[in-house]
T-cell receptor, first 115, second 111 residues
Framework: DTAVSQTPKYLVTQMGNDKSIKCEQN?????MYWYKQDSKKFLKIMFS???????INETVPNRFSPKSPDKAHLNLHINSLELGDSAVYFCASSQGASGGAREQFFGPGTRLTVL | QKEVEQDPGPLSVPEGAIVSLNCTYS??????FMWYRQYSRKGPELLMY????GNKEDGRFTAQVDKSSKYISLFIRDSQPSDSATYLC???????????FGAGTILRVKS
């Protein structure tokens, strides 16, 4: 199946732990994104990479560090998890940098719960 | 004030009704306007996009943009239970710029 995939789908962890979420797309796109969707369904961009280069970096705590080993992968590492980090994290991809009429294809999401 | 405002609903309608979903925005530089649909426990998927002002129709869906009022709408004709989802408006200034989403409106179509 051609798609954007994320692992894990669910992540439950304790405050203070470090965790990673992985994302892969096989659509041949050159741009990938991380979004955070809070409990009120508000979807907000965190990062965007184009050809492995960081091009969008919103006001996100330094505890969040994206890494793009190649165009098809964008991982998100979170240090010292806090209660407020509980949310659904979506990975997305597009052909070409963000903006305009370019469609973004979203993964199924990773539901992170911090206890 | 958020850049994009959207009533979260939920909006409940009977099957066959015409549905109107709306967003207002504050940034007059927005030029590209999109509607994404998100089913429960899934990622959003693009429904329609419109550039600048005007209407666009695709099957049962019509998107309208009124830049003078900073107001966009999505109309769904002959709504079906399968249309039950959260509808997110999204917009951006242009290429190379981030997509800004509304909070999403939950739509429930009852058979």
């Amino acid at each position: 199946d051609t798609a954007v995939s994320q692992t894990p789908k669910y992540l439950v962890t304790q405050m203070g732990n470090d965790k990673s979420i992985k994302c892969e797309q096989n659509l041949g796109h050159d741009t990938m994104y991380w979004y955070k969707q809070d409990s009120k369904k508000f979807l907000k961009i965190m990062f965007s990479y184009n050809n492995k280069e960081l091009i969008i970096n919103e006001t996100v705590p330094n505890r969040f560090s994206p890494k793009s080993p190649d165009k098809a992968h964008l991982n998100l590492h979170i240090n010292s998890l806090e209660l407020g980090d509980s949310a659904v994290y979506f990975c997305a991809s597009s052909q070409g940098a963000s903006g305009g009429a370019r469609e973004q294809f979203f993964g199924p999401g990773t539901r992170l719960t911090v206890l | 004030q958020k850049e994009v405002e959207q009533d979260p609903g939920p909006l409940s309608v009977p099957e066959g009704a015409i549905v109107s979903l709306n967003c207002t925005y504050s940034n007059s530089a927005f030029q590209y306007f999109m509607w994404y649909r998100q089913y429960s426990r899934k990622g959003p998927e693009l429904l329609m996009y419109t550039y600048s002002s005007g209407n666009k129709e695709d099957g049962r869906f019509t998107a309208q943009v009124d830049k003078s009022s900073k107001y966009i709408s999505l109309f769904i004709r002959d709504s079906q239970p399968s249309d039950s989802a959260t509808y997110l408006c999204a917009m951006n200034v242009g290429y190379g710029n981030k997509l800004v989403f509304g909070a999403g409106t939950i739509l429930r179509v009852k058979s």
